[in-house]
């Protein structure tokens, strides 16, 4: 990632502060606040200056700790955008659920709510910030930015001079970090460790250049705890080290949670399995929708007991439920080993407006030409039944529209006897029909709506013509 002309003129501003201010403090290295309105106006200038030449960021394993030998990837996360929900809306079900609802896959989760460059600013020096993402709306504004100077008198252990921050999280998951470097004399490593001296990390780390290296990294935190983000140097050699950064960074919770309806990101860099606990607030269908870096995961539906009320089913088929307002639910997701440090995926419930018979005597009469909606609840074996008149030979045509898990099943009666081509079967998102090969004569005909197993719920839409 190369340097933005922002990223220049701001680093350049924080340097004219230091060089001016002496705003230092020499056992922490940590630039202060106090005084810095002082200099600013000495600062002015800056914003004119032609900015230093750009420096490709790069990884390198010399002049590192050798506590520390280990590299982490620079794979970078492609970015989607994520729709707005629509709360109450009631789709039109078209062939595609997604297409139906204008809905597209959620944003993968590259460091979203960080910003793009770090907005140092001179005046409001500080340590670094660690954001926590919000469960449930896990999106934030720009970080707040700390901007910290190290020389080779702030030792660290193992040979490295920098500097350390305490934080502390209440489960694990993973750590965005977010670090920039401006005008260095060594090259500049940054990570996550268990203790203040950086002497044993918890992930691996990263290297970059002293003099406009800008990177963010994702780094594994395996449980609740106190942590410590590092940024250091080596001090072997005679070169004298002078080093300002800025950073940021941002916690996404990798555990079992409560979550709602909307975007939720997890923290996850192994494979796990987690539980997402979720109270339906209405009526119809619960739709999980992943990132394109969950397509092999697997998603089941659970009841309040975390008890399977489905099968299985792949992030990439958008599995859907039979929901029921009030009730509580588990989401499993049974995730794969991620070196990008986690996923995103998006939860919708919406209502479906139902008027469906319970049983075949209870039948409810559907008119020529008008789309019909309902759900199949999950963990129920409740059928749904409606009727039609014919009052003359026929050929009838039935299209139905689902969106499942597994697979919904629809059958016509006359009598006690099926009718027309017998019975269809729809799988997840699709649509199936059920025709007459043969004009159907005067009477009455009965529509059965079912689970096609055990293990299946959804939605659905049917129309007769």
């Not at 901007?147 to 040979?159: L, M």
């Not at 397509?295 to 599995?319: D, I, Q």
Request: some cysteine; aromatic content about 8%; glycine content about 10%.
């Amino acid at each position: 990632m190369k340097e933005s002309k922002g990223m220049k003129k701001r680093m350049s501003k924080i340097l004219s502060i230091l060089l001016v201010s002496a705003l230092v403090v020499s056992t922490g290295g940590v630039v202060q606040a106090a005084d810095a309105e002082d200099a600013a106006a000495q600062v002015q200038a800056a914003d004119g200056e032609a900015a230093p030449e750009e420096a490709q960021a790069e990884e390198v394993k010399e002049d590192v700790p050798a506590a520390v030998e280990e590299k982490v990837g620079t794979e970078e996360v492609k970015k989607e955008e994520v729709p707005e929900e629509k709360a109450d809306e009631e789709p039109e079900m078209d062939m595609d659920i997604l297409a139906a609802d204008g809905a597209e896959e959620p944003e993968t989760i590259d460091a979203f709510g960080l910003s793009k460059d770090l907005d140092v600013q001179a005046t409001v020096a500080r340590p670094i910030a660690v954001k926590m993402a919000v469960t449930g709306d896990e999106k934030l504004s720009e970080s707040d930015v700390g901007v910290i100077r190290y020389t080779q008198d702030d030792v660290k252990g193992n040979g490295i001079c920098g500097y350390s921050q305490r934080f502390d999280v209440t489960a694990k998951g993973t750590l965005y970090f977010h670090v920039a470097t401006s005008q260095g004399t060594r090259l500049v490593s940054f990570g996550v460790y268990s203790d203040e001296a950086l002497t044993q990390p918890v992930d691996s780390y990263k290297t970059i250049s002293g003099d406009g290296g800008d990177s963010i990294e994702c780094f594994k935190i395996p449980g609740a705890g106190t942590y410590y983000m590092g940024i250091y140097s080596n001090v072997s050699g005679t070169t004298e080290v002078s080093q300002i950064v800025g950073a940021e960074a941002i916690f996404y919770n990798g555990g079992d949670r409560t979550i709602n309806a909307g975007n939720n990101a997890v923290g996850q860099k192994d494979a796990q399995t987690n539980y997402f606990k979720f109270k339906a607030t209405k009526t119809g269908y619960l739709r999980v929708a992943g990132d394109t870096a969950t397509s092999s995961y697997r998603v089941a539906l659970c009841n309040s007991s975390k008890k399977a009320l489905s099968g299985e089913t792949y992030f990439s088929k958008t599995p859907t439920y039979g929901v029921t307002k009030g009730k509580t639910y588990y989401i499993k997701i049974n995730s794969n080993a991620n070196s990008k440090g986690g996923y995103k995926f998006k939860l919708d419930n919406v209502k479906i407006s139902e008027k469906s018979g319970k049983s075949r005597a209870k039948a409810v009469n559907v008119k020529k030409g008008k789309t019909i909606k309902g759900t199949i609840q999950a963990g129920s074996g409740q059928a749904d039944w409606y009727k039609f008149k014919l009052t003359g030979k026929k050929n009838v045509t039935i299209n139905v529209t689902t969106g499942s898990n597994d697979a919904l099943k629809i059958i016509v009666y006359k009598g006690g006897k099926k009718v027309g081509n017998g019975s269809t079967t729809v799988y997840n998102n699709a649509t199936g029909k059920l025709y007459s090969s043969a004009k159907w004569s005067k009477g009455t005909y009965y529509i059965k709506v079912l689970r096609a197993n055990g293990k299946s719920s959804g939605y659905y839409s049917l129309k007769w013509k």
